[in-house]
C-alpha cells in the first residue's frame, strides 16, 4: 500500500491551500485517513481525520478553518486549508488505517510528507 501526498506550498497568512492523498495498491478496506503535521523542534500531530461512513475529527487548532473529505472510490482524501497562520507551518503527513486482506486488521500506512509554509 502507498500513500501519495500532494499539494503542499508556500502562501501567505489568510491564504488558502488543498492536500490532497491517494491510496493504492492491495486495498480491501480504509477504515480512516487522515492527516498530521509536524513542525520543527516539535512532535508529529493529528490535524484531521475521516472515518469510513464520514465521520470527521479535528484538531481544535484547526476547526472552522480547515476542512477533510474521503473520496471512497479513488482511495482520495483531501484537506481544504483555509485562513492559513504563520503556526500552521509543518510539515504534513498523510495517515491511512488500511486493511489488505479478510484475514488481517487495519494497519498504518504514512505518506511522504509535504511541507506547507506560511509566511506572515
Known amino acids: 500500500v502507498q500513500l501519495q501526498a500532494s499539494g503542499g506550498g508556500l502562501v501567505q497568512a489568510g491564504g488558502s491551500l488543498r492536500l490532497s492523498c491517494a491510496a493504492s495498491g492491495s486495498i480491501l478496506r480504509i477504515n480512516r485517513m487522515g492527516w498530521y503535521r509536524q513542525a520543527p523542534g516539535k512532535q508529529r500531530e493529528l490535524v484531521a481525520v475521516i472515518i469510513s461512513g464520514g465521520a470527521t475529527n479535528y484538531a481544535d487548532s484547526v476547526k472552522g478553518r480547515f476542512t477533510i473529505s474521503g473520496d471512497n472510490a479513488k482511495s482520495t482524501v483531501h484537506l481544504q486549508m483555509n485562513s492559513l497562520k504563520p503556526e500552521d507551518t509543518a510539515v504534513y503527513y498523510c495517515?491511512?488505517?488500511?486493511?489488505?486482506?479478510?484475514?488481517?486488521?487495519?494497519?498504518?500506512?504514512w505518506g511522504q510528507g509535504t511541507l506547507v509554509t506560511v509566511s506572515s
Open positions: 495517515n491511512g488505517v488500511v486493511v489488505t486482506s479478510v484475514y488481517s486488521r487495519g494497519y498504518d500506512y
